[in-house]
């Protein structure tokens, strides 16, 4: 009888820890999902007003000193500057639906190999099984086009439909930016001055304070930082509304 008490007890006890740690991984996965809703809806509330304002994902100090960028956010915000790009919801068309709105909008596109940094000669090129070759002719090579307008070159569209490469942004997406010097290479990163949401929203070019995103709201709590950090930047690349490798 003894004996079997105790088979009991330790059934009980093991019974009792499985259901102890079904409630544990469900806390946490319901802390977990609150986190992620927090983040994405405090990004989702900064990027719904003006850049220019304080309570933006964008650093003041950092407009301040950058007047170019300035005033570029601000004529763009006004409907001066890339108004065609800014209605442009990459987000939702289709490759082709995308091209067809471009041409109407008065853009010219040009296609371009990805290289793994295009201010290094001679160049390495990016292919889309995560390999790296010096080879234009290699088989694989991954592609960009990238999409100017003609009437205001300060507006690019760059299309990566075989993703980037040995990136975080590997599955195909775009990305809208307006450029410091529309006469500058449009397929250059340093020429960008600020990237456009796919509703229009003026963004950082990337997830640093060099490029103007604010301090994270989340200074202790780096987990609820980097959901932060890629809901904005998520929104500045898109991914493309078809299947990867269909062209």
């Known amino acids: 009888m003894k004996l079997?008490?105790?088979?009991?007890i330790i059934v009980g006890l093991f019974t009792a820890s499985l259901i102890g740690l079904g409630v544990y991984h469900s806390c946490f996965f319901q802390i977990s999902s609150i986190i992620r809703f927090r983040s994405e809806e405090l990004a989702t509330k900064q990027l719904s007003i003006s850049a220019?304002?304080?309570?933006s994902v964008w650093d003041q100090k950092f407009l301040a000193q950058n007047s170019l960028i300035k005033e570029k956010i601000a004529r763009f915000e006004k409907g001066e500057l890339c108004k065609a790009l800014k209605e442009l919801n990459n987000?939702?068309?289709?490759?082709?639906?995308m091209l067809a709105q471009l041409k109407e909008g008065g853009f010219t596109c040009v296609v371009r190999p990805l290289s793994?940094?295009?201010?290094?000669?001679?160049?390495?090129?990016?292919k889309i099984d995560n390999t790296l070759s010096q080879n234009l002719k290699d088989k694989g090579i991954a592609h960009q086009e990238i999409c100017q307008n003609r009437r205001q070159p300060d507006c690019v569209i760059r299309i990566?439909?075989?993703g980037f490469p040995l990136n975080k942004r590997s599955l195909p997406h775009s990305?809208?930016?307006?450029l410091v010097d529309g006469a500058g290479d449009s397929g250059s990163y340093d020429n960008e001055a600020f990237k456009i949401g796919s509703q229009g929203q003026v963004l950082p070019k990337g997830p640093s304070a060099k490029f103007g995103?604010?301090?994270?709201p989340y200074k202790k709590d780096k987990r609820s930082c980097n959901l932060w950090v890629d809901a904005i930047m998520e929104e500045a690349h898109p991914v493309?509304?078809?299947?990867m490798g269909t062209k």
């Not at 295009?118 to 090129?125: E, H």
């Not at 995103?213 to 994270?216: D, I, M, T, Y």
């Not at 493309?240 to 299947?243: G, Q, R, W």
């Open 175 to 178: 990305s809208k930016a307006v």
């Open 240 to 243: 493309l509304n078809e299947p």
């Open 116 to 126: 793994l940094d295009p201010s290094v000669q001679p160049l390495i090129y990016l």
């Open 213 to 216: 995103l604010r301090e994270c």
């Open 4 to 8: 079997k008490s105790k088979r009991y």
């Open 160 to 162: 990566k439909r075989d």
């Open 52 to 55: 220019l304002s304080s309570q």
């Open 91 to 97: 987000k939702d068309l289709t490759h082709q639906q």
